[in-house]
């Protein structure tokens, strides 16, 4: 039999990992050689290690494939990194429908680590590049910034609800006011840590100063993006990025039946929702190309908050332009405007400077 490359497909949870080793003939038939679990810690990895030295029994090229869920991927990604293993991390629902094309719709670890040594197989994967130690700790504080504002806006309804009872307890609003406030100040301290964070690393401060002469987009709204996305590491074209943001339409006709269109929503809540404000500005601050979508999605749906999102997913397309580009935003350029139901950014939106 003439094999070509073993695939190991790894599927992380918070306490073990299953994996599954495959390996692929000539005649693009994909084996199954062992399959085992192992404990999500250092001893783990060791042992996976071994494992996965033991059942290979030839000198073929490897490819270890997992995804990108949560965090308790990182610390087997990094092991598996510093050995300079072939190490490739895709995106969930890349993964998800390649296994639903397989027709592996049920899901259990030990399922979905098979699917993924045999994408691994079969498929071409780009190597995994761990965050640089600076967008790592971008992502931690602009997600503690997140929690902060979210227990500020519960901590503010009950204190409005206490406020507004038919008894009050002065102590009680005391205590609650209280720790509004020390919310308020750890959050101001957070922002200002994200403000240093970018400044100490000269190639995100250059990137943040050219994608943020965009009126109207903040330092912190652009923080949320590059931190949730890697830098956009793992996105080899726009519409992926849509997808992992949840900004894909989805139909919904049927025969003679036309129904609505909406966003998946299945995505990366945190950047839908940093780029809520943003496309408020666009408008607020009339940014041409992006004033010109409002209008005409408004105008066909009659619908604000259609004609908002319609902003939203542009604006974070040419956001993912700009940093790929490394080129700052040049408004009202003459040519072909980035549409609505655009594929990919227009290079039109994009600046002609020189690159660095």
Known sequence: MDLLKYGIGIDMAMDSFDVCLSVIDRQQHVIIQARSSFS???TGFDRFDAWCTKHKKLPLPTVYLM???G???????????TKAYDLSVVLPNKARK???SLGLNSKTDRIDAKGLAQMACEQQCSRWQPLSANIYRLRLVTRQIQNLTEQAIALSNQLHALQHGMFRDKDLEKM???QLVVLKKNKAS???????LIDADPALKQKFEKIGSIKGLGCQSLAVIVAETNGFAAFESAGQLVSYAGYDVVANDSGKRVGKTKISKK???RIRRCLHFPAFNMIKYEVGVFKNLYQRVYERSKLKMKAYTAVQKKLLMIIYALWKNNEAFIDKIPGPALGDTAAAPSV???GQGTKN
């Open 71 to 81: 965090v308790y991927y990182e610390q087997l990604a990094w092991y598996l990194h």
């Open 40 to 42: 999500n810690d250092k």
């Open 67 to 69: 995804e990108a869920t």
């Open 267 to 269: 995505g990366n809540s």
């Open 190 to 196: 957070l922002k200002t840590k994200v403000q240093a």
């Open 98 to 100: 390649y296994k639903e």
């Open 348 to 350: 039109a939106l994009v």
């Open 176 to 178: 609650l006011q209280k």
